[in-house]
């Protein structure tokens, strides 16, 4: 490889299957009992419970997360630094009966660092490939607007195909397969802004807010009472969901009943970005489905077989916040995309 390798060993495995009924190693497992859709929805619950051992007052993080897995979505975490960004996923890996991989992105951290890269060995005098961490069922992404373009470049093709090719051949990745990534927003030195194809691969941008004061005063009790966030396993983190509880989940929620009206509604929506006055580029039509999946999700984690326009709106920010660019005038005025989008939902009929 060309640069160092700034990546961590795959978290422990916990066996499991993918969601093709093979174990890791592309072997065939032994059959399995059919998982329910009310089986995989509590184990998505369990999920967010289990989290919530080790992360406080994240609830609606945590969810998005969970709505990204069932989606077959990536995810862009912003937060300041401090409030628990990578350890919200490296918790939930834990928690998840899958493989995972931690990529710090520093400056010279190249593409083949991320991706894999061909190796010559000397005793057969033949190349061979030798995979980077992004073969993963779950690969945390820390701080990925410290690298260049260039190497941020390195995951469009795996975030949108779910394969890489290095050496023009096509090398699929592990099914389920999700990138979780962390910026910070105020850090403008040594930062490299994410291009819009690179921001319109994430599912949902979720801002990690400061705690309130009674959570931060239960993240004090914790530490006063030993709670070391290296030390997951002492925290009690166990494994609760895997791929087939992701699989069944996920073909519930594709098979979720949506109103034309609704259809119609994420239509309306994205299309009223356009036209913002404060926006110069607004949602694409790759935004309004991914608007449809988060919100079909969101209504089947919340024990429905059906979409509201509430769902619509409840992820309408999350989904849709950085598929915008605001013009330059409207930020100086101090407009953010968040306030368009509400200023959007208020504006357009919600069926009845």
Known sequence: MSGPVHTHAPEPSHGGMDANGTDRNGAPGPETAEVSADQARDAMEALRTEVAKVIVGQDAVVSGLVIALL?????????????????????????????STRVQFTPDLMPGDVTGSMVYDARTAEFSFRAGPVFTNLMLADEINRT??????????????????????????PDPFLVAATQNPIEYEGTYPLPEAQLDRFLLKLTVPLPGRDDEIAVLQRHAHGFDPRDLDAAGIRPVAGAAELAAGRRAVAGLRVDPDVLAYVVDVVRATRTSPSLQLGVSPRGATALLGSARAWAWLSGRDYTTPDDVKALAKPTLRHRVRLRPEAELEGVTADAVIDAVLAAVPVPR
Request: proline share 9%.
């Open 71 to 99: 989606c077959r979505g990536h995810v862009l975490l912003e937060g300041v630094p401090g409030v628990a960004k990578t350890l919200l996923v490296r918790t939930l890996a834990r928690a998840l009966d899958l493989t």
């Open 148 to 173: 260049p373009p260039k190497t941020q470049a390195s995951l469009l093709e795996a975030m949108e195909e779910r394969q890489v090719s290095v050496d023009g051949t096509p090398r699929p990745l």
